[in-house]
Nanobody, 123 residues
Framework: QVQLVESGGGLVQAGGSLRLSCAAS????????MGWFRQAPGKEREFVAA????????YYADSVKGRFTISRDNAKNTVYLQMNSLKPEDTAVYYC????????????????WGQGTQVTVSS
């Protein structure tokens, strides 16, 4: 069983930045593809970004492309989501997740999930 713990969420003004972190334990971190998802009130959970085992491949939702950057530090068992130019529509609970697949963008491809961290962007 893999445990994932997110941190770094909070309240930020539109145009600001936040960096989310997800610390993993209970597995071989470098063996997992990692992803970030978010769920806004009244909406389904949606894909945000994904990164392969080695960090060599990344993929982003169109809504965040050019603003968000996913990265990982396997030595620290941590994946990051750098969020710049934040918009009110980015407000959501953000979840990190792990998959045995090399990289994946679908919710059902991920077996391990963190507890979520709230990101609120004020206008």
């Amino acid at each position: 069983q893999v445990q994932l713990v997110e941190s770094g969420g909070g309240l930020v003004q539109a145009g600001g930045s936040l960096r989310l972190s997800c610390a993993a334990s209970g597995g071989t971190f470098s063996s997992y593809g990692m992803g970030w998802f978010r769920q806004a009130p009244g909406k389904e959970r949606e894909f945000v970004a994904a990164i392969s085992w080695s960090g060599g491949n990344t993929y982003y939702a169109d809504s965040v492309k050019g603003r968000f950057t996913i990265s990982r530090d396997n030595a620290k068992n941590t994946v990051y989501l750098q969020m710049n130019s934040l918009k009110p529509e980015d407000t959501a609970v953000y979840y990190c997740a792990a998959t045995i697949l090399g990289i994946a963008t679908m919710t059902y491809s991920y077996d391990y999930w963190g507890q979520g961290t709230q990101v609120t962007v004020s206008s």
